[in-house]
């Protein structure tokens, strides 16, 4: 399966060509099953989408959002991907969706792993999953180095703990096969240096030193890759 890399001069493109296409997809989604499940992923880049698509008319009630990973913090953490979600997706038309949160009252993501896994497994296929790639080639919570990195690539689980051994905070993040069970995979990314990380990623396959991998060269899912370049 190729992976479609659709390339934009700048971010404003981009978000308008996604928005456009998200919410068809949306839309089709709740005409054929009567609701729409869609996965998002938190930092500074998906927030003019967020606040885009938060404004279009659509069936949000029928929507269903999901982070792909989370930092195990509270809600009212500047650090959260839940708080972010709530402040800039949750808002206008879009309050109206129905969010499932990736934390649980444990103290310990280890803890709370079995209740987010049992939680997202009740989910259906997701419609759309959008996620990020960092600089190191992680994706999600799935981080090179990581001790959990092999089980969350293998496990059956739908959500697993991690310990990140070159960011901060412990997180819980969906597994590769949780991911997997979409109709549709996105990456959203944006400027020069993500693009040189998406051309090193995709010309190799070894998934330990990139765990982006595991997802771009996979044959499961269509994938599409939304890059700015400015």
Known sequence: MTVNVQR???DTDLVAYFNR???LQLEQAIDERGHAYLVVSGGRTPIPLFQLLAKQQLAWPRVTI????ERWVPPSDASSNEKLVREHLLQDQAAAAKFVS???AADDPHDGE???SERLAQLPTFDAVILGMGEDGHTASLFPGADELQRGLTTDAA???VTPKNAPLARMSMSKKRLLNSRQIYFHLSGAAKAAVLDHALAEQDVESMPVRAFLHQQQVPVEVLLASD
Do not use: I, Y
Not at 66 to 69: E, F, I, N, S, T
């Open 114 to 116: 079995q209740e987010v």
């Open 8 to 10: 934009f001069s700048n």
């Open 21 to 23: 296409k998200l919410r």
């Open 159 to 161: 959500a697993l703990a």
């Open 102 to 104: 990736l934390l649980s």
């Open 66 to 69: 999901v982070l792909a990973d």
